[in-house]
């Protein structure tokens, strides 16, 4: 029967916009982590502009929930690995073992095979086992015994560490730390949101009730449409503008990398894109300029002494770099 002979056409199903596929993942993670939703969009932001994510912060404010509950959200295999100072770097990415049967070697993957990877204390390693994630968190392999493995996609390294427990740790190089798209801190909750955090944990852990509500495909479909958000010629030289005037700042003495310009650049576009525009604006650059560049740069000595941190320099930054007016182009 043809549509004019009075046939119904079959309702079409709808397809999920960025902001909502967004909206839907930190909302489940909001159900395990209560109170943090500003932290939660950046991880949800560090998932989909392919970065990786570091969590500095005390124990037990949930850093290990948040990675279980993105990993359940996005229906990714979730990997840990505690760091140790005898961890080494074949418990990260693998082993190649002899198979008496085969007379072969047979590759046995390492926990960083996985979507979302837990890298926990990760300064308590030795900076040999920390370098094993240098590869696979740049190009998403690992290398092993002259054979290269890819990881699937998609793929997030979430490190933590302990910034008041020094005893035993080995700090990270500017050079890893330069790997991680975003620095942040969750916090303790506020004195409502722990009694929400001590009712909804009572009697069973929330994590088990966890499920799926994107798929790898999506997240996958997300981190393409990312690219795709238009960064006008005045925004990209107020990028450039911002990363010279941390290079020239006097209370500065490393700025900004271009791997930072580029990574700001890119993240600045997955919040475009979760707030339904396509194109950036200065306030996205302004929101993320001190997790994405806040542990990209080192004051100086004499600035430290005077109480200046790195957060106190880069508002200075913000302060003097003149804002773009013009509209999108």
């Given at each position: 029967?043809?549509?004019?002979?009075?046939?119904?056409?079959?309702?079409?199903?709808?397809?999920?916009?960025?902001?909502?596929?967004?909206?839907?993942?930190?909302?489940?993670?909001?159900?395990?982590?209560?109170?943090?939703?500003?932290?939660?969009?950046?991880?949800?932001?560090?998932?989909?502009?392919?970065?990786?994510?570091?969590?500095?912060?005390?124990?037990?404010?949930?850093?290990?929930?948040?990675?279980?509950?993105?990993?359940?959200?996005?229906?990714?295999?979730?990997?840990?690995?505690?760091?140790?100072?005898?961890?080494?770097?074949?418990?990260?990415?693998?082993?190649?073992?002899?198979?008496?049967?085969?007379?072969?070697?047979?590759?046995?993957?390492?926990p960083v095979f996985a979507n979302v990877v837990l890298a926990d204390e990760i300064n308590r390693a030795s900076p040999k086992t920390q370098s094993?994630?240098?590869?696979?968190?740049?190009?998403?392999?690992?290398?092993?015994?002259?054979?290269?493995?890819?990881?699937?996609?998609?793929?997030?390294?979430?490190?933590?560490?302990?910034?008041?427990?020094?005893?035993?740790?080995?700090?990270?190089?500017?050079?890893?730390?330069?790997?991680?798209?975003?620095?942040?801190?969750?916090?303790?909750?506020?004195?409502?949101?722990?009694?929400?955090?001590?009712?909804?944990?009572?009697?069973?852990?929330?994590?088990?009730?966890?499920?799926?509500?994107?798929?790898?495909?999506?997240?996958?479909?997300?981190?393409?449409?990312?690219?795709?958000?238009?960064?006008?010629?005045?925004?990209?030289?107020?990028?450039?503008?911002?990363?010279?005037?941390?290079?020239?700042?006097?209370?500065?003495?490393?700025?900004?990398?271009?791997?930072?310009?580029?990574?700001?650049?890119?993240?600045?576009?997955?919040?475009?894109?979760?707030?339904?525009?396509?194109?950036?604006?200065?306030?996205?650059?302004?929101?993320?300029?001190?997790?994405?560049?806040?542990?990209?740069?080192?004051?100086?000595?004499?600035?430290?002494?005077?109480?200046?941190?790195?957060?106190?320099?880069?508002?200075?930054?913000?302060?003097?770099?003149?804002?773009?007016?013009?509209?999108?182009?």
């Amino acid at each position: 029967m043809s549509p004019g002979d009075g046939a119904v056409a079959a309702p079409q199903e709808h397809v999920a916009t960025f902001p909502e596929l967004f909206d839907r993942i930190a909302g489940n993670i909001a159900q395990v982590i209560q109170g943090k939703n500003e932290v939660i969009e950046l991880v949800v932001l560090c998932l989909v502009a392919e970065g990786h994510l570091l969590l500095e912060d005390v124990p037990g404010v949930g850093k290990t929930s948040l990675a279980k509950a993105l990993a359940a959200s996005i229906d990714g295999e979730f990997g840990r690995m505690q760091f140790t100072p005898d961890l080494l770097p074949s418990d990260v990415v693998g082993v190649s073992v002899f198979d008496r049967g085969t007379s072969r070697f047979e590759f046995r993957p390492g926990p960083v095979f996985a979507n979302v990877v837990l890298a926990d204390e990760i300064n308590r390693a030795s900076p040999k086992t920390q370098s094993a994630l240098l590869e696979s968190m740049a190009e998403r392999q690992v290398t092993v015994d002259g054979q290269t493995h890819l990881l699937a996609p998609p793929f997030l390294v979430i490190a933590t560490q302990n910034p008041i427990e020094h005893e035993g740790t080995y700090p990270l190089p500017e050079s890893q730390l330069d790997r991680f798209l975003m620095r942040v801190s969750m916090g303790y909750p506020s004195r409502d949101d722990e009694l929400a955090i001590l009712s909804a944990h009572a009697e069973d852990d929330v994590l088990d009730s966890i499920r799926p509500v994107v798929t790898a495909a999506d997240v996958h479909a997300m981190a393409n449409a990312v690219k795709g958000v238009h960064v006008a010629p005045a925004l990209a030289t107020y990028l450039v503008d911002l990363a010279v005037a941390t290079r020239r700042h006097p209370a500065i003495a490393l700025g900004m990398s271009p791997r930072a310009t580029l990574n700001l650049q890119r993240v600045t576009r997955a919040r475009a894109a979760a707030a339904g525009r396509t194109y950036v604006t200065p306030d996205d650059v302004k929101a993320l300029v001190t997790p994405v560049i806040g542990h990209r740069i080192l004051v100086t000595p004499e600035a430290q002494l005077g109480g200046v941190t790195s957060a106190d320099a880069l508002a200075d930054v913000l302060r003097s770099v003149p804002i773009p007016t013009s509209a999108p182009a």
